[in-house]
């Protein structure tokens, strides 16, 4: 019998809150790595089936797909862990691994039945990451995060229910959206993605966790959902235009943002875009690409919010209005903070670089022109709002007069081995490669690929300085930069704002007020004192028998 | 005639003996062993009935050697063998349960009292369940009719005797409905076997009186099995009970009433031409609907959790009533399961309450705050059973809500799949809400020392949370033998 990867986790997380500080500091790293090695030791195809009503469920399956993303999910876990052994919350870190566990369960899923039990799991564990902040926001974000969860998996379950009334079958295998389960199941499987209309979770809770909760948030949900797509919808067309949304809603959300963690949440769904694209192309090489993209994605993002959580950790501030000159005193927090900047970016010699070109290759090989150029501006676009604006406003800009220290060792540790596993894949990609689904016959550092994406990137980044620069005799930086996102931005979004949010806080007013209204009436008639709810009188209730044998009497008298 | 033959028969008696001698003894101990020996003996036999239906069919017992139409016959087929497994099987494990929790809430000397009317109890819903007669059935409702007004009367809170009362007035009223309809029958057939008076009604043309019969049995069971919204007497009766009472009629009396109105609907009724054409599954159908959602979104608002899985258990048997609007081999298959699934789930519900009741003095939602940091396992238990209620997977009541799914599909009634879905997220909001009270708060200071239930009450509760589990995962007992029973009750060969 083989181990189950996920069960070691999900159940090593049921014990670890109950274990002593020093045998569960151990144990979070321990547990991530032993599921790590237990990723490698599964074959390829079924390995477990188990017989449930009447479908035989395949609760562990490997492949090269699957063994990819539940190498990346364990790795981030027991780093994740590294970074978070500080953390004071008994149940933030087990409710982490929980969710990691969950993660890899999707992961190994060989049936659908297993992947929305792993599913409904993943939105416990992660639900309680954000609430284990444990103060109010925290709280009232991560219910409003279940909510859309729950709806997600409701949506989702009764997909699944009507594709396999439908099929007879349970088995996870590719489908096209054309029964209205399958598009239930995909409308289900988006929402998790922080697809459009829904995306708004994501940076709405995100943000909340703690300073180390938003690294673990980062890395399963939304990239669960990836694999479910890539697994599931592979070549989808509508998800190449899905994705192009997901990509331009980030960056301009982002570019509006203050919050140096929000900032970093809505380039989650940004860079989720770009595999949604890859996904939807559907060549092998794009989903090569989305696959890379995905790995490359987990360790540069939870970087970036580890470099963010250890400024959160030292100065408890996160609006970059109140931050700046940090990298006087965090020299090590603000490398790390570059170099996860510098890979969101797609430099050369960074992952990002060598994932996400995969993704645009794909669309010009397939003479998609407009993705192709799509892709190209929105790199141009992340480098500015993740590249650029999180680590300048953050480490540089101006003088905020805080002086804090680097984080503890563990954490710098954690962020450490990222940023070398940052930069190692973008200098050897081989192995990164080696580990996707289809064999890759491409080669990232072509003179063209690499002219092409310095010349975009480093004209983004003059463009910005130049503006900088000249801004800066007139006005001080501050006030400029002020300016630039809250005057330009209000601009921006006055145009915006009907456009895209207008509508929805609109529908949302009359459904809050309906609600409002609604539930005065639900406590009316169902609230303690409800007529439904208090006892009656022993006479209305025979009243009310009468009542019902006259009407069966009188219904049978008219048939 | 060997003793297995005889099983039938032993199955009613041997706890209808074991009441009497328990009052003779007028001791608590002596009573309870009587009755606790009666009850596993009629859980061993109802085993030995439900293997002996399976390999060779249809049991048919002439009570006293009459045959049939004339005598008294007991029946012992798929459905029945299932409900009287699931009624012997939870009075078995509710049983040892009793003594520990009767202790705190019953004077000691009427114990051997509580402990006969249970056996009496046990006896009219096992009664009901294996006989074929319908005035029989008749009498043993009214059996365990009575002896259930008493238990519930015997609650510790004065409200209980209000709620008895009530249920007494309500139960009688259902009774006697009950068998108006069985004599209107009786005057059309010149029969009382169940089995004969379906085969005899097939040819009937005068139909008025028949339909007035249905009518009056109709809504005599739908009162016993509280139908919405002739439910009104079942939150208090259920809220007031002691504990181990709460548990046990949660989980039988009216799982009974639904198997009476699934022998009469379509054992008696079921093949007739009038019964073809009434509008039965619609109205069904609204009462189910309106039960799910008016009781769930009851439950919500209630403080007292007793009161809260009583109005859940209402909303539950809308679900159970779903099935049957079905009138559909899977729809029939759901209700069954879900009768058992729910029997076990609310079963251990009520107990495990009862548990927390002995040790926290109440079941308030203020004052078990805190709980899950007081009393880890039991609350752990209570969230198990709260998931089987919103039908988690994993869990019993997924497997009767997908039973459910798949039979409103088969219709192709996409909006009923959506409203199940939607009912069930009602069922997260009410165990939401005692799961908030008993992770997210403090205890209250003077509960800070409150310790676990002792191992008397914590054993049985647990046997039916496994139950609830097991039967989530290995389906082999429940869906075999229900789908069996549908096949059998719509003549269906599989």
């Known amino acids: ?559 | 005639m060997s003793f297995a033959e005889h099983l039938p028969v032993l199955q009613v008696v041997v706890p209808l003996v074991s009441a009497p001698l328990a009052v003779l003894f007028r001791d608590r101990l002596a009573a309870f062993l009587l009755v606790l020996a009666g009850s596993w003996a009629a859980f061993a036999i109802s085993i030995l009935l439900w293997l002996q239906v399976r390999e060779s069919g249809i049991i048919s017992y002439a009570i006293g050697s009459w045959p049939a139409p004339w005598g008294i016959e007991y029946r012992v087929d798929a459905l029945s063998s299932l409900v009287l497994m699931l009624v012997s099987g939870v009075g078995a494990v509710v049983l040892p349960y009793c003594r520990s929790s009767i202790v705190r809430e019953i004077r000691p000397d009427t114990h051997y009292l509580f402990y006969a009317m249970f056996a009496l109890c046990l006896t009219g819903l096992l009664g009901i369940t294996i006989t074929g007669d319908a005035f029989n059935l008749f009498v043993f409702l009214e059996i365990s009719s009575l002896s259930s007004y008493v238990l519930i009367a015997l609650g510790k809170d004065r409200r209980a005797l209000v709620a008895s009362y009530q249920y007494l007035i309500m139960g009688t009223i259902g009774a006697t409905f009950i068998v108006i309809g069985v004599g209107l029958l009786y005057v059309k057939t010149g029969t009382l076997n169940l089995a004969d008076m379906g085969v005899r009604l097939q040819d009937m043309t005068s139909h008025r009186p028949v339909l007035a019969a249905l009518a009056f049995l109709t809504v005599g069971i739908s009162l016993k099995l509280a139908l919405f919204p002739l439910h009104q007497w079942l939150p208090n009766a259920y809220a007031y009970a002691p504990s181990a009472v709460s548990a046990f009629l949660a989980a039988t009396a009216t799982k009974v009433s639904v198997y009476a109105l699934l022998r009469f609907y379509f054992s008696v009724f079921g093949e007739t031409a009038i019964f073809k054409q009434l509008p039965m599954e619609d109205l069904m159908l609204v009462l189910a609907l309106a039960g799910m959602f008016v009781a769930s979104t009851v439950a919500i608002f209630q403080n007292n959790l007793k009161r809260l899985f009583a109005y859940s258990s209402v909303a539950q048997i809308g679900y159970i009533a779903l099935g049957i609007s079905f009138d559909s081999v899977t729809g029939l298959t759901a209700t069954i399961v879900h009768l058992v699934n729910h029997a076990v789930t609310k079963g251990s519900l009520f107990l495990l309450l009862g548990a927390v009741m002995a040790s926290m003095g109440g079941v308030t939602l203020a004052r078990v705050q805190g709980v899950g940091r007081v009393m880890p396992v039991t609350t752990f238990g209570i969230v198990l059973c709260g998931l089987s209620l919103i039908g988690v997977p994993g869990t019993a009541g997924f497997v009767s809500k997908w039973y459910l799914i798949l039979a409103a599909l088969e219709k192709g009634q996409w909006w009923l799949v959506f409203l199940i879905v939607l009912s069930s997220l009602l069922a997260v909001v009410y165990v939401w809400r005692f799961v908030e009270a008993a992770y997210f708060r403090a205890p209250r200071a003077d509960l800070l020392q409150a310790r676990e239930a002792s191992l008397g009450l914590a054993i049985p509760a647990w046997i039916l949370v496994g139950a609830t589990i097991w039967f989530g995962v290995d389906t082999s007992v429940t869906v075999g033998s229900a789908a069996a029973a549908a096949n059998m009750l719509l003549g269906v060969t599989p």
């Open chain 1, 1 to 559: 019998m083989i181990l189950h990867p996920a069960l070691i986790l999900v159940l090593g997380a049921l014990v670890l809150p109950w274990l002593p500080r020093a045998a569960r500091q151990a144990a979070v790293i321990g547990l991530p790595l032993a599921t790590l090695w237990a990723v490698w030791q599964v074959p390829d195809g079924a390995a477990w089936q188990l017989h449930f009503l009447d479908y035989t469920l395949t609760p562990l399956a490997g492949d090269r797909l699957t063994r990819l993303f539940a190498t990346i999910f364990s790795l981030m876990a027991a780093v994740g862990g590294l970074f978070a052994l500080k953390q004071e919350s008994r149940l933030e870190v087990p409710a982490a691994m929980f969710y990691a566990g969950s993660a890899i369960g999707v992961a190994f899923a060989g049936d659908l039945i297993t992947v929305f039990i792993f599913w409904e799991l993943m939105a416990i564990g992660s639900t309680l990451v954000i609430w284990s902040a444990g103060n109010r926001t925290a709280y009232t974000a991560s219910m409003r995060y279940m909510a859309i969860h729950l709806l997600g998996g409701v949506v989702l379950m009764a997909g699944i229910a009507g594709h396999v009334a439908a099929t007879g079958s349970v088995a996870f295998v590719p489908m096209a959206p054309e029964s209205w389960a399958q598009w239930l199941i995909l409308a289900g499987v988006l929402i998790n993605a922080g697809a459009p209309p829904l995306s708004a979770w994501l940076p709405d809770a995100y943000p909340e966790a703690s300073w180390s909760g938003t690294v673990f948030l980062s890395a399963f949900t939304t990239k669960t959902a990836v694999y479910v797509l890539l697994r599931g919808f592979p070549g989808t067309e509508l998800l190449i235009w899905v994705g192009m949304f997901m990509i331009f809603y980030g960056i301009v959300y982002a570019l509006l943002e203050n919050d140096m963690r929000r900032i970093l949440a809505y380039s989650i769904v940004n860079q989720v875009g770009f595999m949604v694209v890859g996904i939807g192309i559907g060549t092998e090489m794009a989903l090569n690409g989305a696959a890379a993209h995905a790995f490359a994605h987990i360790i540069y993002k939870a970087l970036l919010l580890m470099s963010a959580g250890a400024v959160l950790y030292r100065t408890g501030r996160r609006k970059c209005t109140d931050l700046g000159g940090l990298f006087q005193s965090m020299p090590v927090t603000a490398v790390c903070g570059i170099v996860g900047a510098l890979a969101i970016s797609s430099f050369p010699w960074t992952s990002g670089f060598v994932s996400k070109s995969m993704i645009s290759q794909a669309a010009g090989d397939q003479h998609l022109t407009f993705v192709w150029l799509g892709l190209a501006a929105a790199s141009a676009g992340v480098f500015l709002h993740a590249g650029i604006k999180f680590p300048w406003f953050v480490f540089f800009q101006k003088d905020s007069g805080l002086r804090p220290a680097d984080p503890p060792a563990s954490m710098q540790a954690a962020m450490l081995v990222f940023a070398a596993l940052c930069i190692g894949l973008g200098l050897f990609p081989a192995p990164l490669y080696a580990l996707l689904p289809f064999a890759v016959d491409y080669e990232p550092y072509s003179g063209a690929h690499v002219v092409t994406q310095l010349q975009l990137l480093l004209f983004s980044g003059l463009a910005f300085f130049v503006m900088l620069e000249s801004l800066k005799r007139t006005l001080t930086i501050s006030l400029d930069f002020d300016w630039f996102y809250r005057v330009f931005a209000r601009r921006l979004s006055e145009i915006l704002t009907p456009l895209f949010t207008g509508l929805i806080a609109a529908l949302e007013r009359s459904a809050g007020a309906l609600a409002n209204r609604g539930g005065d009436v639900l406590r009316r008639h169902h609230g303690p004192l409800g007529a439904l709810a208090r006892t009656w009188p022993t006479g209305s209730m025979a009243l009310w028998v009468t009542i019902m044998l006259l009407a069966w009497l009188v219904l049978y008298y008219l048939f």
